[in-house]
C-alpha cells in the first residue's frame, strides 16, 4: 500500500515537473505527507503486537487522527507557509487516498477469491 502512494506521488511530482518545479515540489509534500501519514497510522494502529479489540479500536481511531493531522499539516506548510501552488498537492494527496482505496479492495477480492 505504502509502495503504490509513494509511487503514485512520485509519478505527479514528474508530470508536475513539466509545469513547474514548484508545482513538482508542492506534488511531492501534499502525496508525501499523505504517504508518511498512512504509514504512522498503520504503525500506531497495529504496530504493537497481539492486544484487545477495545485497543485495537482506540489505536485505529488514534491513528486515522494522526494522519489526518499530518496531512493537513502538510497542506498547510505547502500553502500558507512557503506559498507553493495548491492544485499539484491537493491532486497528490487526493491521488494517494485513491491509492489506499485501491489497495483495499484488491484485498478484498483477494479473500473472496480464495
Not at 509519478?11 to 514548484?22: E, P, Y
Not at 502525496?31 to 485497543?55: K, R, T
Request: charged share 10%; glycine share 12%; proline share 2%.
Amino acid at each position: 500500500m505504502l509502495a503504490l502512494q509513494v509511487g503514485i506521488t512520485v509519478l505527479m511530482a514528474l508530470a508536475c515537473f513539466a509545469i513547474d518545479s514548484r508545482a513538482a515540489l508542492a506534488a511531492l509534500v501534499g502525496g508525501g505527507a499523505m504517504s508518511f501519514g498512512s504509514a504512522l497510522s498503520a504503525w500506531i494502529s497495529f504496530g504493537h503486537g497481539v492486544i484487545g479489540a477495545g485497543e485495537v479500536l482506540g489505536r485505529m481511531l488514534l491513528g486515522m487522527a494522526v494522519k489526518w493531522l499530518v496531512v493537513i499539516s502538510g497542506l498547510y506548510l505547502v500553502m500558507a507557509v512557503w506559498k507553493l501552488p495548491a492544485w499539484p498537492a491537493l491532486v497528490a494527496v487526493a491521488l494517494a487516498a485513491v491509492a489506499i482505496l485501491m489497495t483495499s479492495k484488491q484485498g478484498v477480492m483477494a479473500r473472496k477469491n480464495a
